[in-house]
């Protein structure tokens, strides 16, 4: 047996997985937790603030006392979207190594994608119509369409939240004429995206992604510390949602104010500002 640690350096947030692997393979999880890093580059000149590099620094500083904490035997630490994105990622990358001796791997969307489907296959097993996973991060949204164990179509596309957000600055709450622009926006972005739902006769959408674990926790609780940390003993791997739940969810964040929804039950602190965006976005792409 073997204790692993993942962390993945997301554009919102760094967010560590430690796991037992069994000689077999068999994985048990053991811990989760999300730190905030809001590492989205400028939309004007694609470059990640300095300031943020230390804020990246810190947030890996609090995953790497957990894990050694914990005893964890082997680290791999993967960069996706904003650092692979920016022009600056790879001085982002450097800077890490000279500080903290840790080596990122930036990963492609397509690898991205690759891990995403492997990591749904392990807790959705039972679909045997064709599903399409969406994993809605700061810097891009991966979709992928599968069909049992096999992997038909992926797509990497720049529409994430924090991307979003610099694209279309909300008003508090977002006004209507916004959402309908950014819906606009949206369909014309994922119009490649839409034809393949409709050309693989997708039956199921899968979320995997903070956002979705967000629209989990207010539909239905699960214990999480309010620093992100998850117990993995009560939170299932899987979790359907209803359309009319999801529809009556939409319509109260929409309508809401960044200080209201900060306070619903379930609502991490640092993704209220980002939530709107990953429910227009996901909206989009049921109405297909």
């Known amino acids: 047996m073997k204790r692993v640690a993942i962390i ?3 554009t919102n947030t760094f967010n560590l997985l430690v796991a037992d692997v069994s000689e077999e393979g068999d994985t048990t999880v053991i811990f989760k937790n ?3 890093v809001k590492l ?6 694609n470059l990640i603030g300095k300031n943020r590099f230390a804020r990246g620094v810190d947030a890996l500083h609090v995953h790497l006392n957990n894990v050694t904490n914990m005893g964890v035997e082997i680290v791999r630490v993967f960069a996706t979207s904003a650092i692979r994105k920016s022009d600056n990622g790879q001085e982002f990358v450097d800077f890490v190594k000279a500080n903290l001796g840790l080596q990122i791997e930036t990963i492609s969307g397509d690898e991205e994608a690759d891990l995403i489907f492997k990591g749904v296959q392990a807790s959705v097993s039972h679909l045997t119509e064709p599903f399409a996973i969406m994993d809605i ?4 949204v991966e979709f992928i369409i599968g069909s049992g164990t096999k992997k038909l179509w992926q797509k990497s596309v720049d529409v994430g939240v924090s991307r979003l957000k610099g ?5 508090d709450p977002m006004a209507e004429g916004t959402v309908l622009e950014l819906k606009k926006y949206i369909d014309v972005e994922l119009l490649e995206v839409y034809n393949k739902l409709k050309e693989h ?3 199921h959408l899968i979320g995997a992604s903070g956002s979705f674990d967000t629209i989990q926790q207010i539909v239905a609780p699960q214990s999480s510390a309010a620093d992100g940390a998850v117990d993995t003993q009560q939170q299932p791997k899987c979790q359907e949602i209803s359309r009319p739940a999801f529809e009556e969810l939409r319509d109260r964040l929409l309508s809401s104010t960044l200080a209201q929804r900060v306070e619903i039950r379930g609502m991490l602190p640092m993704r209220a500002d980002m939530i709107n965006y990953a429910m227009v976005l996901f909206d989009c792409v049921l109405l297909q």
């Open 167 to 171: 694209q279309f600055p909300p008003e």
């Open 8 to 10: 993945d350096c997301g």
């Open 201 to 203: 006769h997708v039956a």
């Open 137 to 140: 991060g700061g810097g891009s």
């Open 40 to 45: 989205a580059p400028s939309t004007t000149t």
């Open 34 to 36: 999300k730190v905030p």
